[in-house]
């Protein structure tokens, strides 16, 4: 089955800093890719995904980047602010299936 | 648009008992709907898929018997945890799938989770 992994596990920038978490999977096939919010108590929130024909997407402060080849891709938030905190989660769908495979989770701290 | 409801948000229950959660789509039809279940501090873990009309699809190691998918309609599945145990304790989340008619494929709304604790 796929397998996901992501990194760091924790991250603490200062506000107005760029974070970045990298995720990698196992299957080549895979197609999408959503990156999902978690704030404490609450279900995941999607924030940004990218889909197997585009490299890049970004939306405000938010990108994703995608590298078929080494099978990785990335978050990046730029110019962070406190509510950013919280945890993300990457989550890649099975190659010709509809289920999610998620990453392990980033818990991002922003400090004032 | 694409909002997922979940009920009961939290729930205490004796060990024993059985417990159901509501998992419904309020203003698109889905499709497939997904159960899963967060421990503190973990990922999501897929339980089980439904669609409509049809018997769910349980992941490998999840008991089907003991956690009852209904999928009645493409706007309601529900989640019953039956004889539950303090080892049931979690959060449990489901998901949405609109399918094609949503305009996108594979993309998966999520309610905001029920938190079941076993006494």
């Known amino acids: 089955g796929e397998n996901v992994e992501q990194h760091p596990s924790t991250l603490s920038v200062q506000e107005g800093d760029s974070a970045v978490i990298k995720c990698t999977y196992s299957?080549?096939?895979?197609?999408?890719f959503p990156w999902y919010k978690q704030e404490l108590g609450k279900g995941p929130q999607l924030i940004i995904d990218i889909r197997s024909n585009v490299g890049e997407k970004k939306d405000q402060r938010i990108a994703v980047t995608l590298n078929k080849t080494a099978k990785h891709f990335s978050l990046h938030i730029t110019e962070t602010q406190p509510e950013d905190s919280a945890v993300y989660f990457c989550?890649?769908?099975?190659?010709?299936?509809?289920?999610?495979?998620f990453g392990t989770g980033t818990q991002l701290k922003v400090e004032l | 648009g694409a909002v997922v409801s979940q009920h009961p948000s939290w729930v205490i229950c004796k060990s024993g008992t059985s417990v159901k959660i509501e998992c419904r789509s309020l203003?698109?039809?889905?499709?497939?709907m997904f159960w899963y279940r967060q421990f503190p501090k973990q990922s999501l873990m897929l339980m089980a898929t439904?669609?409509?009309?049809?018997?769910?699809?349980?992941e490998q190691g999840v008991e089907k018997d003991k956690f009852l998918i209904n999928h009645a309609s493409l706007t309601l599945s529900t989640l019953t945890v039956t004889s539950a145990h303090p080892e049931d304790s979690s959060f449990y989340i489901c998901s949405a799938d609109p399918g094609l008619a949503g305009g996108r494929l594979a993309e998966q709304f999520f309610g905001p989770g029920t938190r079941l604790t076993v006494l």
């Open positions: 439904s669609n409509e009309g049809s018997k769910a699809t349980y």
């Open positions: 989550a890649v769908l099975t190659g010709g299936g509809n289920k999610l495979t």
């Open positions: 203003d698109f039809q889905a499709t497939t």
């Open positions: 299957d080549s096939a895979s197609n999408y």
